[in-house]
């Protein structure tokens, strides 16, 4: 079992940065890749970021690359996810995800594919 822990979420103005962490405990958290996804009301979920868990391969959304990035810090059971030149429509719940993989370099946009999920953070971004 891993459970996960997500943090840092806000309002913030259009064009403002935010910081997300998500903390793991349980199982081996270099064991697993990460993944950032986020639901807007009345959408479904979608894949925003991804990890290894050697953190050497990471995977973005068309919609976020170039403002946002993924990183991981093993010896703290973190990944993170910054968030820069935010906007409006970046407004959602935020949640991170953790797959059990044995492949250093495996990482994917896939949600069912995930294993482990946290409750969510809320960024809102106003215009």
């Known amino acids: 079992q891993v459970q996960l822990v997500e943090s840092g979420g806000g309002l913030v103005q259009a064009g403002g940065s935010l910081r997300l962490s998500c903390a793991a405990s349980g199982r081996t958290f270099s064991s697993y890749a990460m993944g950032w996804f986020r639901q807007a009301p009345g959408k479904e979920r979608e894949f925003v970021a991804a990890?290894?868990?050697?953190?050497?391969?990471?995977y973005y959304a068309d919609s976020v690359k170039g403002r946002f990035t993924i990183s991981r810090d093993n010896a703290k059971n973190t990944v993170y996810l910054q968030m820069n030149s935010l906007k409006p429509e970046d407004t959602a719940v935020y949640y991170c995800?953790?797959?059990?993989?044995?492949?250093?370099?495996?990482?994917?946009?896939?949600?069912?594919?995930?294993?482990?999920w946290g409750q969510g953070t809320q960024v809102t971004v106003s215009s």
């Open positions: 995800a953790a797959l059990m993989t044995y492949s250093g370099s495996y990482y994917t946009s896939r949600a069912y594919q995930y294993d482990y």
């Open positions: 990890i290894s868990w050697s953190g050497g391969s990471t």
